[in-house]
């Protein structure tokens, strides 16, 4: 079932979402070569908690912490750990989560560690590219697969792949609401968006094959084929004006 959210639902929703923004703000200047992941995760706690927010992550399905940081190879879910130390050339993503007033917030961006090749600036910028493709076809009146199209089209269009595993998902008092986002598809299909909707739009796209595999540990979705892989994700609120980002990040 789809949840229609009302405009002070929305409203409630975009504080989630500026709670990250927030904690982002305070992590980027952190991520460095010599960081540990544990170090980026105590700060997004405490920023969150400051906020009288909850990590949304943390317990989660038994996820133990309140980020998830994703090194390299590395496409989602992975464990902040103190042996895990940031090195100069690394690509990290970060998604973050928080609960406050009863709604969820969900947003990711990965960041280059010190100085990383033109491969992987190619990478982060066609993958922050494509979340804003599937984010400008997030238009009511459109069709969910709209979507996922516009992402598959930028990403495939310069030689990268689309995860099939993960997809984007529907937010509010759950984490994870109808209906699921895909980040490929074709034009015109799925269901009618409405006024209303909120949507983590979240694109993993890599290096090389589509294919993932989950570490031992339970969590780590790493690819299969060791190429790098990297994520963007923004919760957009479908408006009469069109998406409104609600995690959009402060300057
Ligand atoms: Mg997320
Ligand atoms: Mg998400």
Request: glycine share 10%; hydrophobic share 40%; with cysteine.
């Amino acid at each position: 079932m789809i949840s229609i959210k009302t405009p002070e639902e929305i409203e409630i929703m975009r504080v989630c979402n500026q709670i990250i923004a927030k904690a982002r703000k305070e992590l980027a200047p952190m991520i460095v070569p010599g960081v540990s992941t544990f170090e980026l995760d105590q700060v997004a706690e405490k920023v969150i908690r400051s906020y009288d927010a909850v990590p949304a992550f943390k317990g989660y399905s038994g996820f133990p912490a309140t980020l998830c940081v994703s090194i390299n190879h590395e496409v989602v879910h992975g464990i902040p750990s103190k042996d895990r130390i940031l090195q100069d050339g690394d690509v990290i993503g970060v998604d973050m989560g928080t609960i406050y007033k009863g709604f969820y917030g969900d947003s990711a961006v990965t960041y280059a560690v010190g100085k990383i090749d033109e491969a992987a600036k190619k990478l982060l910028k066609v993958t922050e590219e494509s979340m804003y493709c599937g984010i400008r076809a997030a238009v009511p009146g459109g069709h969910l697969f709209d979507i996922g199209a516009a992402v598959q089209e930028h990403a495939e269009s310069f030689g990268f792949s689309v995860v099939r595993d993960f997809v984007g998902h529907g937010i509010g008092r759950a984490l994870h609401e109808d209906p699921q986002v895909p980040n490929y598809g074709t034009k015109g299909y799925g269901m009618k968006l409405k006024v209303g909707m909120v949507l983590a739009i979240e694109p993993m796209i890599n290096e090389g094959r589509p294919d993932v595999k989950i570490l031992e540990d339970g969590w780590t979705a790493v690819t299969k084929d060791g190429k790098r892989s990297a994520h963007f994700e923004h919760s957009i609120a479908l408006t009469e004006r069109g998406p409104e980002i609600l995690s959009m990040d402060i300057h």
